[in-house]
């Protein structure tokens, strides 16, 4: 069942979102070659923590870090290692936080050093299709609004999309309803109301979307080894439009 948010209960999340969006901002000035994948979880944690957070992710459905690393081919949930990022990667960083009980998520998709043009390209089409779907999560709106605008603007620059994957309500629970899908019809779906409370999240791949088990047995990457890009908000329904509560 979709939950609605108080105005206070989403003020809490907010205060989780900017504690998120501190450590996401931090970790990404730490992306370069020769730097571990462990080494981001182990920065993230003890930032999480200092400013009074707790990690989300931590044991979460069997998940043993704070951090999920995806690099290149891996889609998302990534698990930290000794793997040494070089010239060239890129990396997905999601991360969530839970403080006073609430929960925020989010995800950014990072070059490390030097990358090709067009690793470079999905990654803006990626944010881009985030910013598209921001703008639907309007009172009014359906879920099937935000999936069918982002299909729309990834179809048009010849990418795929990840359909096994989707966005999702979040208040008290790290996954809640409605699930928020980055394909759909118009006017489908559950409607938008105030105080609703989503993660969008587009997976957007360079060849075929289809998914398979990644290496580390838990991630998911591409099945045609293409790589892939991921960003994610959350965000208030609110009177005034979409309140973006993971970025400072």
Avoid: W
């Avoid at 209960?9 to 000035?29: C, F, P, Q, Y």
């Avoid at 951090?67 to 070089?86: D, M």
């Avoid at 890129?90 to 403080?99: K, Q, T």
């Avoid at 795929?160 to 966005?167: A, D, T």
Wanted: charged share 25%.
């Amino acid at each position: 069942m979709t939950t609605v948010k108080t105005e206070e209960e989403i003020k809490i999340m907010a205060e989780s979102g900017r504690i998120l969006a501190t450590v996401i901002k931090d970790l990404e000035k730490r992306v370069k070659p020769g730097v571990t994948t462990m080494e981001l979880n182990d920065a993230a944690e003890a930032l999480i923590l200092s400013m009074g957070g707790k990690p989300a992710f931590k044991n979460y459905d069997g998940f043993p870090y704070s951090l999920c690393a995806s690099v290149n081919e891996v889609v998302v949930h990534g698990y930290p290692s000794n793997y040494i990022l070089r010239e060239g990667d890129i990396i997905g960083l999601d991360l969530g936080v839970i403080y006073k009980g609430y929960y925020s998520d989010s995800a950014i998709t990072v070059a490390v050093g030097n990358i090709s043009f067009e690793a470079q390209r999905l990654i803006k089409v990626t944010k881009t299709a985030l910013r598209y779907g921001i703008k639907k999560a309007k009172i009014g709106n359906t879920v099937g609004d935000i999936g069918n605008t982002i299909q729309r603007y990834i179809e048009t620059q010849g990418y795929g999309i990840v359909k096994e994957l989707c966005g999702h309500g979040i208040g008290k629970k790290l996954h809640e309803e409605p699930q928020v899908l980055n394909f759909g019809k118009r006017g489908h779906g559950p409607k938008l109301v105030e105080g609703m409370v989503i993660c969008i999240e587009p997976m957007i791949t360079i060849g075929n979307p289809d998914l398979k088990k990644a290496k580390d047995g838990y991630g998911y990457a591409t099945r045609d080894g293409s790589l892939s890009a991921h960003f994610e908000h959350t965000i208030a329904i609110t009177k005034s439009g979409p309140k973006v509560l993971t970025e400072i």
